[in-house]
């Protein structure tokens, strides 16, 4: 097993009780949970809540640490097109008094709070708060996804809703305290998130960077550089790595930067955009994550169809590395060490 490079992954999920001899004991197993790829611009995945089970799509957000679905009672336009749990159809809900209101970037959402099952891959969460909503943000009409499940910190967690992650893990569901995500580029299959496991074909390769604020999954960079050129952070900022944002999004004069120094401007419809025919020649876009430098290249942070740039202007001083940076990058989030592991994929 050590030469096949097996063993260190047998003992992660296996523990000898020296009581029975030669007796191995199967403790909780990593799971994962298949992403479907919509457009590159938002992943989601299938989780099941109530007995007996009703289905919901649900983004794997690291932006937030809710877990809500539409519910049955919503009156909003944007719960008429998408799935919605019914309390009285689950012979395992409890009730509660407690109401919940999330703000996202794009809108808001307000509920009921409830207790049930909830089954995200091979993994059974009992005993898991869950928002229903009542109403939803108009933005959620268009969207692919019923809900949204947070994976960031506890303490961003609105109402004091215990995280799934966290039941998962104080239930002894995971074999290690963390998840790890794979997005796909170009509408392609294959994209995950791995609760309590490493993707072995990435773990040789991975650099870890200590959490700076236990909250969003946030992290201290260095400058961000355009080919040789820093034109952001020069004397470092705070950065979040966040499944839930499709685009770079930075502090409104540091992007301005950025479109100066690829010559981006802004067309009829009030986006940020370059000649296509240039896109081939633009520079890379780094980013400084403590002692590397993490490359995003010009047909990455560019659109391919509209040749539109893929960064954000923002209010705030937090730079938002989305989607556009992890499709670029395996990335792990480990809350033991409370650590964030990346590795470039190949």
Known sequence: MREKGLLKQFLKT???????????VLTAQASSEMLVNYMDT???????????????????????????VPSSSCTSQACSN????????SSTYQSTSETLS???????????LGYDTVQVGSIVDTQQMIGLSDTEASFFYNMPFDGILGLAYPNLAASSQTPVFDNMWNQGLLPNELFSVYLSSNDAAGSYVDFGGIDSYYSQS?????????????????????????VACSSGCEAIVDTGTSLLVGPSSDVSNIFSAIG??????????????????????SFTIGQYSYAVPPTAYIDQSYCTVNIQQSSSSLWILGDVFIRQYYVVFDRANNQIGLSPIA
């Open 102 to 112: 999330v703000q996202y970037g794009t809108g808001s959402m307000v509920g009921i």
């Open 264 to 285: 981006a401007t802004m067309n009829s419809n009030g986006e940020y955009a370059v000649p296509c025919n240039s896109i081939s020649s633009l520079p890379t876009l």
């Open 206 to 230: 991975l650099y870890y960077v200590p959490v700076s604020s236990q909250g969003y999954w946030q992290l201290t960079m260095g400058s961000v550089v355009v080919g040789s050129n820093v």
């Open 82 to 89: 998408h799935n919605q749990f019914n309390p009285s159809e």
């Open 42 to 68: 938002s992943y989601y995945g299938t989780i099941y809540i109530g007995t007996p089970p009703q289905n919901f799509t649900v983004i794997f957000d690291t932006g937030s640490s809710n877990l809500w």
């Open 14 to 24: 296996h523990l000898y009780d020296p009581a029975i001899k030669y007796s191995p």
